[in-house]
């Protein structure tokens, strides 16, 4: 039965300076690259090796992807990237520290910016220096000047149904490399998670999630329910 691997890229600069970075590009810290590697080495002693892989159009996914994959020998599995699996876009708070951000506008606005469902940050003023409107990688593309947990699983589910899971229902084990927020989205809808429940799921990185899908004689292959790898 095919298998659907989601992880989380390791730690990423901006995390480690506490920072956030939604669609801005950085790159992995030494430990996210550790973490990284890790993931691929668990996945090959496990033997839960994918056959097609997709990820953002983000450095931090995209090298975890590659990283990973090296360590379990899967580095030739065809490879999508694609910006509807990026981060959600944090606006106007792009760049911020988190705990100077706290310290401005109080730990209840903070919180209902990160946390709520469908309450989005500030926009990004358009020419700030985090503006992406230019970014070759988005030509052709309405770049969000910020986004709410909804607004995000608006555009990844969509992807997810078209262009993913026909492969997984084609008997594929597919690795999704991804970030903190596009992963909540699809934990949210595989697992049932209701609106309120999903901004409370911390998801680590560099952490394998598995999801065993089985036919269920009804609807035909649903998923299981969501476990580590580590724990399996």
């Excluded at 555009?155 to 490399?177: D, F, H, K």
């Excluded at 999630?209 to 998923?223: A, M, Q």
Aim: charged letters at 25%.
């Amino acid at each position: 039965m095919p298998k659907l691997i989601l992880v989380r890229h390791g730690q990423s600069q901006w995390n480690l300076e506490n920072r956030f970075t939604g669609w801005w590009d950085v790159d992995l810290t030494d430990k996210g690259v550790e973490e990284a590697m890790a993931a691929g080495v668990l996945l090959k002693e496990k033997g839960v090796l994918p056959t097609r892989a997709f990820t953002s159009v983000q450095t931090r996914a995209i090298r975890t992807l590659h990283l990973a994959l090296h360590q379990c020998n899967r580095l030739w599995i065809p490879e999508t990237k694609d910006w509807h699996l990026n981060e959600r876009h944090y606006g106007g708070l792009t760049g911020l520290n988190k705990q100077e951000t706290r310290d401005k506008h109080g730990d209840e606005q903070v919180h209902i910016w990160r946390r709520s469902f469908d309450v989005p940050p500030p926009e990004l003023e358009k020419g700030s220096e985090f503006d992406l409107s230019d970014d070759p990688r988005y030509a052709g593309i309405d770049v969000p000047q910020t986004e709410s947990l909804k607004l995000t699983i608006e555009r990844v589910l969509p992807y997810w149904q078209e262009t993913i899971l026909p492969y997984v229902n084609a008997g594929e084990t597919v690795m999704i490399s991804a970030h903190g927020n596009s992963l909540r989205a699809l934990v949210k809808h595989l697992s049932g998670i209701s609106d309120d429940d999903i901004t409370g799921l911390e998801i680590p990185t560099g952490q394998p999630i598995i999801y065993d899908f089985e036919n269920d004689g009804v609807s035909g292959l649903v998923p299981g329910e969501r476990y580590y790898l580590k724990d399996s």
